[in-house]
């Protein structure tokens, strides 16, 4: 069983920035591939990042390259998400998720993440 939590959101202006943290249990963190997701109210859940199990290949939405940063630490069993340039678009309900299996291509489909946090609300002001 992995458990995940989320923390880090909040309310924010408009071309702000916030950096979510996702916190695993479990000793073999350093072997599942992470993403995060999110949720808008009246829209359906859409991916936003994810990481492979090394780090060594992450994979973004059109919508949030170039803003958005995942990364992990091993070590802390934790991965994190940096989010600049926020937009009032961007206001949802963001989960983490994890994948259990070993890929070194990070994938951008729910289905096939196995544990999910019960996430984390992040507000854009304009």
């Known amino acids: 069983q992995v458990q995940l939590v989320e923390s880090g959101g909040g309310l924010v202006q408009a071309g702000g920035s916030l950096r979510l943290s996702c916190a695993a249990s479990?000793?073999?963190?350093?072997?599942?591939?992470m993403g995060w997701f999110r949720q808008a109210p009246g829209k359906e859940r859409e991916f936003v990042a994810a990481?492979?199990?090394?780090?060594?290949?992450?994979k973004y939405a059109d919508s949030v390259k170039g803003r958005f940063t995942i990364s992990r630490d091993n070590a802390k069993n934790t991965v994190y998400l940096q989010m600049n340039s926020l937009k009032p678009e961007d206001t949802a309900v963001y989960c983490c998720a994890a994948d259990i299996a070993q890929r070194t291509v990070p994938r951008d489909r729910a289905g096939y993440y196995d544990y999910w946090g019960q996430g984390t609300q992040v507000t854009v002001s304009s």
């Open positions: 990481i492979s199990w090394s780090g060594g290949s992450t």
């Open positions: 479990g000793r073999t963190f350093s072997s599942y591939a």
